[in-house]
């Protein structure tokens, strides 16, 4: 089960680590898969990851990506890949190339602008899909999935000779399968969202709850973000075995959040979900 330590929280496999505070910082890394969703800020354990998945353009979450290559690159470390919206693809560069002349350096850097549906590979068989998400800017989520290929079941008793023949002749002896590990919405408006059948049996679904307090559901719907009555409602529907809240408001009493969890939620879901806090 889950414990918090210095390394973050443990859901299953995977760790999280980071820090999510709405309207502040959000850099939430999963240093076994070497990717961190969004960069408001670049503590350690973000800068350690190959891989930034960049939400949105909101500054507490795009704030610290300069500041990660130049570091990476002061460290020794190989170049940083940032995935982006395509939309802002552009003004980042910009950006960037104006740190490398505020800094008298150019950063190594990759940066991939991507749409709703395109994929890309993080290591061989290790997959980032990125979705459109509704939000006030320009938004994207992310999902990773793990491929693999699976002997198909009528080939199951065959010795490895007896594989390798039917291989060379051309046999068709596999199928491909997909398990998805993480799913990654940033700040959303959740009504608006279309849901994929991976999405919803991510192992773990990260998904922000800005607002827990009766009376702020208005105040959620404007800015497009989450509010806890928007997440009961769609619980029904999701099978991810962690469902992790971050970015939640400094002003959020952590105590009353836990309350309201419990009066709110049957004993089975709230089990499932869990607070980003480390
Ligand atoms: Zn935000
Ligand atoms: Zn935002």
Redesign the pocket.
């Known amino acids: 089960m889950r414990n918090k330590s210095r390394r973050g929280m443990r859901c299953g496999e995977l760790s999280l680590c980071g820090v999510s505070i ?2 502040e910082q ?1 850099a939430v890394a999963v240093p076994e898969l070497d990717v961190c969703f969004d960069i ?1 800020l670049c503590p350690r354990v973000a800068l350690s990851c190959g891989h930034i998945c960049l939400t949105h353009g ?1 500054m ?2 795009a704030a610290a990506l300069a500041y990660y290559f130049s570091q990476r690159d002061f460290q020794g470390m190989q170049p940083g890949i940032a995935l982006v919206p395509k939309q802002i693809a552009e003004p980042i560069e910009q950006m960037l190339a104006t740190w490398d002349r505020i800094e008298g350096k150019a950063s190594p850097r990759q940066i991939v602008p991507l749409s709703d549906g395109d994929e890309y590979e993080i290591r061989r068989n290790l997959l980032i899909q990125a979705f459109s998400v509704p939000h006030t800017a320009a938004s994207l989520g992310y999902l990773i999935y793990s491929r693999r290929e699976k002997l198909l079941d009528e080939y199951l008793g065959l010795s490895s000779p007896q594989i390798v023949e039917l291989k060379n002749k051309g046999q068709k002896i596999t199928r491909t399968t997909q398990a998805p590990l993480v799913c990654y919405l ?2 959303v408006q959740l009504e608006a969202l279309k849901w994929t059948d991976m999405m919803r049996q991510a192992g773990i679904l990260i998904i ?1 709850c ?1 607002f827990f307090e009766d009376g702020h559901q208005h105040r959620a719907r404007f800015g497009q973000h989450v509010h806890l009555d928007d997440l009961i409602e769609l619980l029904p529907q999701l099978q991810n075995e962690y469902i992790v809240l971050t ?1 939640l408001s400094r002003r959020t009493d952590m105590r009353q959040a836990k309350k309201l969890l419990t009066q709110k939620l049957s004993p089975d879901q709230r089990q499932r979900i869990h607070f980003f806090m480390s």
Do not use: Y
């Open positions: 709405a309207g959000t408001g909101h507490d979450h940033g700040d922000e800005t970015h």
